[in-house]
């Protein structure tokens, strides 16, 4: 029952779902594609994200309450998480709540979540080149034209690029030259590994659907 | 310019800067901005679903619009909260099964449909042909060599020895200059978003600062 019941919901829904794709009725246009596939799985889909939110309040809420090293950075957390929620969900529109634009909750979002997460990302600029320098030596062939591309393409997207074209009078185009990487050999081997990944999804799909691919059962009983 | 773009600017010139201090090395700074973006991201991510997932989803068709039918996945959602205790845990994988099974058998055809199809469909073109240029058909034929041969290098059933061996290496030289280029891509991606940061605290911020005083 504890693992027979999901692997017959698993095996029933997609045997349903995979036909309905195929079908031209009311029921699987409306019914099955618009009502469940996407309204019901939406209300899903928030029950998970409470399950997720839960966790992290339980791990931040354990480590504050056990005081382990660096507890104080779970209530920063924490407190993040319930200012958001105040002004986000609590707070009426009126006392600037809500979620749109000029609320408090936007402003957090603009001071506080965009600039900090342009700049985590941004961070990785140094760490990508430091190991561009360490990945980059022409030892073989393969890394030789690794090297060559991603040279012509970093080179293609920056000013420099226009500037030696003009310089050089068109003789080192390197946006050209990048565009051509981008739609021909970049664009070939995208197209062989989007088989692939297309193939191996299919593969896992039908490994779910008949019960052959377990895993998402967890390990206990 | 108002007090609150004047605290916003010096709030983000705060955080930014507690985040390029782990260039120097890990600190209480970043430490505390990174998990600071975390909370905050997780209680963003709550209010959107709030208002724009279980109000309009959830809320107001089952309450305002008699909807009742709702309540259906509503009570599957609520089997997510069997994991809270060690005899109920495995209710969770009734949700979990709905989303697997719905998700895959929905997904074998469109992936079939945009993934193969489409892609193979878009690599069978003209190698050459009345009103091509030189580089046009030299560009298509290289296009479908590289797609044939990067495949050939994915394909492990055969050993990769003789022709099948040379045209895996030759697929290994494709795949190498697309991942050089997609690298190259993400570098720029991120130097511009540094670009970005950059310009904030060296031309946004000062301005802010020269305002106050």
Not at chain 1, 93 to 100: L, N
């Amino acid at each position: 029952m504890k693992r027979s019941l999901p692997l017959a919901i698993v095996f029933i829904g997609g045997i349903i779902y995979f036909f309905a794709y195929f079908t031209p009725h009311y029921f699987s246009e409306y019914i099955l594609q618009q009502k469940i596939l996407v309204d019901w799985l939406k209300i899903l889909g928030l029950f998970a994200f409470v399950i997720g939110l839960y966790s992290l309040i339980h791990l931040h809420a354990t480590k504050i309450k056990r005081k382990v090293d660096n507890w104080q950075y779970s209530v920063m957390t924490l407190t993040g998480l319930t200012i958001m929620f105040i002004f986000g969900i609590l707070v009426p529109e009126k006392f600037g709540g809500g979620i749109d634009q000029g609320s408090i909750y936007d402003w957090i979002f603009m001071n506080v979540q965009v600039p900090l997460q342009a700049t985590m990302f941004s961070l990785l600029a140094f760490y990508i080149t430091s190991a561009a320098f360490r990945a980059f030596k022409a030892r073989s062939v393969e890394a030789t034209c690794l090297l060559i591309a991603a040279t012509i393409v970093m080179l293609g997207r920056v000013p420099l690029g226009e500037s030696i074209r003009s310089a050089t009078k068109g003789f080192l185009d390197f946006p050209l030259w990048t565009q051509w990487i981008l739609d021909v050999p970049n664009m070939a081997t995208k197209r062989a590994i989007t088989f692939g990944v297309a193939l191996g999804m299919i593969a896992t799909s039908l490994k779910i659907m008949f019960g052959i691919e377990r895993s998402w059962l967890g390990g206990s009983e | 310019m108002g007090f609150w773009s004047v605290l916003g600017t010096l709030v983000a010139a705060v955080f930014t800067l507690a985040i390029f201090s782990f260039l120097y090395k890990d600190n209480p700074f970043y430490k505390a901005a990174e998990h600071i973006m975390i909370g905050v991201s997780v209680g963003y991510g709550l209010a959107q679903l709030y208002h724009l997932g279980f109000k309009p989803y959830l809320w107001n068709p089952v309450f305002k619009e008699a909807q009742y039918e709702l309540l259906i996945p509503a009570a599957i959602g609520m089997l997510y909260f069997g994991f809270l205790h060690p005899k109920t845990r495995w209710l969770i994988r009734i949700p979990i099964a709905l989303f697997m099974g719905i998700g895959s058998g929905f997904s074998i055809a469109p992936s079939m449909q945009a993934a193969i199809y489409t892609q193979l469909q878009a690599t069978i073109i003209p190698l050459w042909q009345h009103g091509l240029t030189f580089g046009e058909a030299l560009s298509n034929i290289l296009i479908v060599v590289g797609v044939f041969t990067a495949i050939i290098y994915f394909f492990f059933s055969w050993k990769h020895k003789g022709v099948i061996g040379g045209l895996a290496k030759a697929g290994i030289y494709f795949l190498m200059i697309g991942f050089g280029a997609s690298f190259g891509l993400t570098v720029m991606g991120r130097i511009s978003l540094l670009i970005g940061r950059v310009i904030f605290l060296f031309q946004d911020l000062p301005k802010v600062i020269i305002g106050i005083f």
